[in-house]
């Protein structure tokens, strides 16, 4: 009877595990940015920062805006006069961040 407890308890043990990884790969997947190197997390966009390399617009089909500092959500356009994404309610920017990896 012990052998077959520990079967069952260890496959137990392999199905939970298994779940957990397959959990954590979706949760880390990225885009490659445009240059072929910089890479986002893949629940943002890759937009041209100001020092010419790619950042990371913290929205999914994020719109880049000319500033090369901030993003608007999709279907928002920047306005950079007086810092807001223009549209019928009034969104405010995003900074960008930096890629997750530059070489």
Same mark, same amino acid.
């Given at each position: 009877?012990?052998?077959? !407890? ?5 496959? $137990?043990? %392999?199905?939970?595990? !298994?779940?957990?990884? &397959? !959990?954590? %790969? ?6 490659? #940015? ?10 943002? !966009? @890759? #937009?041209?920062?100001?020092?010419? &390399?790619?950042? @990371? #617009?913290? $929205?999914?089909?994020?719109? @880049? ?5 901030? @993003? #608007? ?5 920047? &306005? ?5 994404? &223009? ?5 405010? %920017? ?10």
């Amino acid at each position: 009877m012990k052998p077959f !407890t520990f079967i069952l308890f260890f496959s $137990l043990f %392999l199905i939970i595990l !298994t779940n957990n990884i &397959d !959990t954590d %790969l979706s949760s880390h997947a990225v885009i490659v #940015c445009p240059d072929g190197v910089s890479m986002c997390p893949s629940t943002s !966009t @890759c #937009c041209i920062s100001i020092d010419g &390399d790619y950042s @990371c #617009c913290p $929205l999914e089909e994020g719109v @880049c805006c000319s500033d090369h500092i901030h @993003c #608007c959500p999709q279907h928002y356009k920047c &306005d950079l006069k007086i810092f807001k994404c &223009d549209r019928t309610w009034k969104a405010k %920017l995003l900074q960008m961040k930096p890629s997750l990896n530059k070489n």
